[in-house]
């Protein structure tokens, strides 16, 4: 990870050498370049049909009358089947990249690309099951835009960005997920450098909905929060 940011670093400074310091005419576009380095904290949630058997869950009991309850849900009889509620939360590192173009300083279109690998806890399910491990991984992407709303105001307040972006997700984590979108929002403030050349932080949020090919997982949901480091030439 060092060297990675260390060759990111380099590639960035080097892209901006040698640009003149004077004035120049103002470019109605440029290339658009973003790399985020973060932590993020990410929930699962799912409800999992449970098929009768003769094994007891812990926390799962059966009524005199028959009925095999888990906490307030009921299967209604011995052999019905019940819902029992799933969920995974880890946290962990985060890296992306955006590929785009500037329009007149303002905004950014842009091609997002993630990945995200975090480790933390199961619940609902047996930890040593082997598709409920304690960890989760997801690769995205997908289009998105930047805004930067003070481009041209003489006060600090310029070097303020928001984005969003829609991503097409493989991953899961937890047993939950395989295939699915998010929609993520972010904030954050950039440091210049040089002309293109800026280095600064970021927050951001997403709702995530992780589609599994299990057709005993139903209502997949989620979402995430991070923070990180951004390098943007723009």
């Known amino acids: 990870m060092k060297r990675f940011l260390f060759l990111l670093i380099a590639l960035l400074v080097v892209s901006s050498y040698g640009e003149e310091t004077g004035p120049k005419p103002r470019r109605k576009n440029s290339f658009y370049f973003d790399a985020t380095v973060g932590m993020a904290l990410r929930h699962l949630e799912a409800e999992q049909t449970i098929h009768h058997n003769s094994v007891v869950d812990a926390g799962c009991h059966f009524e005199p009358d028959g009925r095999y309850v888990c906490g307030d849900k009921s299967s209604g009889s011995v052999h ?10 880890g946290f962990g590192p985060l890296l992306g990249m955006r590929f785009g173009c500037l329009i007149k300083g303002v905004f950014a279109l842009f091609a997002n690309f993630e990945l995200e690998r975090t480790t933390g806890k199961v619940y609902g399910r047996e930890k040593n099951e082997d598709d409920a491990k304690p960890s989760s991984v997801f690769l995205g992407g997908g289009p998105g835009v930047a805004f930067y709303p003070f481009r041209h105001s003489s006060t600090e307040a310029k070097n303020i960005y928001i984005a969003g972006a829609a991503n097409l997700l493989l991953g899961g984590g ?16 950039l440091y210049p450098v040089s002309e293109r050349l800026n280095f600064g932080f970021a927050a951001g949020v997403d709702l995530i909905s992780p589609g599994s090919i299990d057709e005993d997982i139903n209502n997949e949901g ?4 991070w923070v990180g480091l951004k390098f943007v030439r723009k």
């Open 80 to 89: 019905d089947p019940y819902e029992k509620d799933i969920g995974y939360t």
């Open 222 to 225: 989620g979402y995430g929060v």
């Open 174 to 189: 937890g047993g939950i997920g395989f295939l699915g979108v998010n929609l993520m929002l972010e904030t954050g403030y």
